[in-house]
């Protein structure tokens, strides 16, 4: 009498019923008959109970879904395996059915491991001489995956897949001690949670949303049996083929098996085999790059997100692994994009330069008091794809960075910047509000001024010093931080600067967040040098539009600086605050910068340059950017830029409410001119965007600094500026 036949004489009922069945296990392995019959079931018992008895459940790579502010305008997702865990209850009964008939009939009267199907596939394997049929149960193989996911070295991986006498023990024996922990219902959520059904759809949430674009619980009989069918071979059965025979067949299989359990009815059956497989595909997004193409402007936004949680130490201990952490965590991000704000500062940029533009017209606005990014547009395509890109404006023979680009245009990425020009005197005017000096300092302001700073990068050099000029002869005369900052007059600021020293404007411009990202840069702001960095207030060192927008958005808070934030909340897989060191990591991270009385001095100072006027001073007569309170007819303050030869136009502006800032540059040629038509192109848009974003809300008002601010030193000044004149 053979193995088998001793099996189905009842010989080894006993050890079958008692779960000690590894004869039946290593036969149906598919072992020569001498060799089952060599190691017998004494040994083949022993092996099984040598086996762990724990299986150690490490939670699969889910989908992490990034969300605007609203918390439903979905943005993209990240993942490595698409994958969204959910409840069995969330899914239609024809999934349940049709996965258990066709993998596993017997799942609900077996112990985790089925004796019948051990026995049956014995007697398959030994006339096909092979292994032609399996005996692994649902239990199994949700064993085998969770053995897989769980896999530190690719030795462990393959140990929980490769075709081995070991690994089938171990599956039965986990199998086994996991069905004495969990119910039947569980173990089948859990396994339709893991399973892969093919393009990179891991799961079946992800699987009904790829294949049939709709939700699992809405899947019908002949969409179940398709999806059930495939977690067996899914490039074999892949419906999304030309060719969908293979796929039909196997379907049908599955309904045939769903009939065979009576899940359904004669009459189910017939109609759906005669279904044709109607699909409505998708492509799950992925990463920046997969921002839907009607919002493709999102992405830049997206890769400022991405960068900002490479950097934080919650999600990992370095880039790498944050990054991993990103597309496997399964977080639920809600950003803080405004899609409204962000569509009007589209309209805007789009309005006065078309993405084929070399230049780059970009805006970022920023919510004081949080640091939240509400906001990044440019005029440009985020896309990898450059074969319709223009002609590069600085090296010949390459394709320039427009329309199509994924450089990180407005900060966040490994990109400098560009020089701001003339906003860069908000830094020197804080460091001198800081000292003490009040808005009432008044210098006589010459056409041209003879600095005590030697030749350094920077514009305007006469022999060895630095002789900057003013940009019109109406400038001339004396000038007080209110008229000197609202006409933008060089040559008094450079006599500021020099009275409370370079170094504490570059000191300034840290504490504010700047960073210096070119080896020049560096240099010049290092404590050796910075001392004699005149050209500094004139806005010679590159910084980005993100840095720039939160310096305005300290000023607006009342001196409080907080570091620029893109998200408004994430939430781990259990739906608790993703923290570090025990705060949330979407916490605004803030800080007191410079007082109060400080930042509402240089508010004040500030209103003078968009023509809303001063609270406590004269800004002598006209400022450099009154259009924008023309434009936008309520309290705002701001300061414009424009640097040597026009490489670029800035402006700078803030409201109680919200922050701005907005340039015109060329990023693949920094040294472009990008021509004087354009000074007036970022002021424009800042002011109608401000505009579009505040409508409905109240015209909330700067306060004024205090009489301290105004005039604290107004005798003494008065008689050292008269020597000064003598």
Not at 47 to 54: D, F, R, S, T, V
Not at 304 to 320: H, I, M, V
Not at 536 to 546: A, I, N, Q, R, Y
Not at 690 to 719: C, H, I
């Amino acid at each position: 009498m053979s193995y088998l036949h001793g099996v189905a004489a009842g010989k080894v009922a006993p050890l079958l019923r008692t779960g000690l069945i590894a004869g039946l296990v290593i036969a149906g392995l598919a072992y020569p008959l001498a060799a089952v019959a060599g190691l017998g079931v004494k040994a083949g018992t022993e092996a099984l109970q040598a086996m762990p008895e724990e299986l150690i459940e490490v939670p699969s790579a889910q989908t992490t879904y990034v969300y605007a502010n609203d918390g439903k305008t979905l943005l993209t997702m990240f993942y490595e395996e698409h994958r969204r865990p959910i409840k069995i209850t969330d899914m239609s009964p024809y999934v349940t059915q049709a996965i258990v008939a066709s993998e596993d009939s017997r799942f609900y009267d077996h112990n985790g491991v089925d004796a019948k199907g051990v026995a049956r596939a014995f007697v398959a394997n030994q006339q096909a001489g092979g292994v032609s049929q399996g005996a692994s149960t649902l239990t199994m193989q949700y064993v085998r995956m969770a053995l897989r996911d769980s896999a530190r070295t690719p030795k462990e991986a393959l140990e929980a897949t490769e075709q081995t006498t070991q690994r089938k023990l171990r599956e039965m024996r986990l199998a086994i001690e996991l069905e004495k922990r969990l119910s039947k219902q569980q173990i089948l959520e859990r396994y339709l949670n893991t399973a892969y059904y093919g393009h990179r759809a891991y799961g079946i949430y992800a699987a009904s949303q790829v294949f049939f674009s709709k939700l699992p619980r809405d899947l019908n009989l002949t969409e179940a049996a398709l999806l059930a069918g495939l977690v067996k071979a899914p490039s074999a059965y892949d419906p999304a083929t030309n060719d969908r025979k293979a796929a039909t067949d196997r379907r049908n299989y599955v309904i045939d098996q769903m009939l065979k359990i009576k899940a359904i009815t004669p009459l189910q059956a017939t109609q759906a085999k005669r279904e044709k497989i109607k699909l409505k595909l998708s492509s799950p997004a992925n990463d920046c790059i997969g921002v839907d193409s009607k919002h493709n402007n999102w992405g830049f936004f997206c890769d400022y997100f991405r960068s900002w949680w490479k950097e934080q130490a919650a999600f990992g201990p370095n880039p790498q692994e944050r990054e991993a952490n990103l597309r496997r965590g399964g977080y639920r991000v809600i950003t803080s994009l405004d899609p409204k704000i962000q569509a009007s500062a589209m309209k805007h940029i789009l309005d006065k330069e078309k993405r084929r533009s070399r230049i780059a017209h970009g805006q970022v606005i920023i919510e004081p008091g949080t640091g939240r990014v509400l906001s990044l547009a440019v005029n440009r395509r985020y896309s990898l794809d450059q074969k319709g890109n223009a002609k590069h404006s600085r090296f010949k023979g390459i394709k320039g960075n427009y329309p199509n680009t994924v450089n990180p245009l407005l900060g966040g990425g490994d990109m400098a910047g560009y020089q701001a020009g003339s906003t860069f005197k908000i830094f020197t005017m804080l460091a001198a509000l800081d000292e003490g000096m009040p808005l009432s300092t008044s210098y006589y302001s010459p056409p041209r001024f003879y600095s005590k700073y030697i030749t350094a990068p920077g514009p305007a050099t006469c022999g060895v010093h630095w002789c900057p000029k003013n940009s019109t002869p109406s400038m001339t005369g004396r000038q007080t931080m209110w008229s000197g900052f609202g006409k933008s007059v060089n040559t008094y600021f450079v006599q500021l600067e020099q009275k409370v020293g370079a170094e504490k404007a570059v000191k300034m411009a840290e504490r504010l967040g700047l960073r210096w990202r070119t080896e020049v840069d560096r240099r010049l702001a290092s404590p050796e040098h910075a001392s004699g960095w005149g050209a500094f207030t004139l806005g010679v060192s590159d910084v980005t539009p993100v840095e720039m927008a939160n310096v305005f958005a300290t000023l607006a808070a009342d001196g409080t600086y907080c570091r620029p934030l893109p998200v408004e909340a994430i939430k781990t897989r259990d739906g608790t605050d993703a923290a570090y060191q025990g705060k949330p990591v979407a916490t605004p991270r803030c800080h007191r910068a410079v007082s109060p009385d400080v930042a509402r001095a240089a508010t004040d100072a500030a209103r003078c340059v968009t023509g809303y006027g001063a609270a406590r001073g004269g800004c002598g007569g006209w400022g450099t950017s009154e259009m924008v309170y023309a434009t936008l007819k309520r309290p705002v303050a701001g300061k414009s830029g424009t640097t040597d030869s026009n490489k670029s136009a800035w402006f700078c502006g803030f409201t109680p409410q919200l922050a701005a800032a907005a340039f015109v540059a060329d990023p693949d040629n920094p040294e472009m001119n990008v021509g004087s038509n354009r000074s007036t192109t970022s002021k424009f848009t800042v002011a109608e965007t401000l505009k579009d974003a505040l409508k409905g809300q109240p015209k909330a008002k700067f306060t004024p600094p205090s009489d301290d601010m105004v005039d604290r030193y107004r005798d003494r000044d008065r008689d050292r500026d008269r020597d000064e004149d003598d």
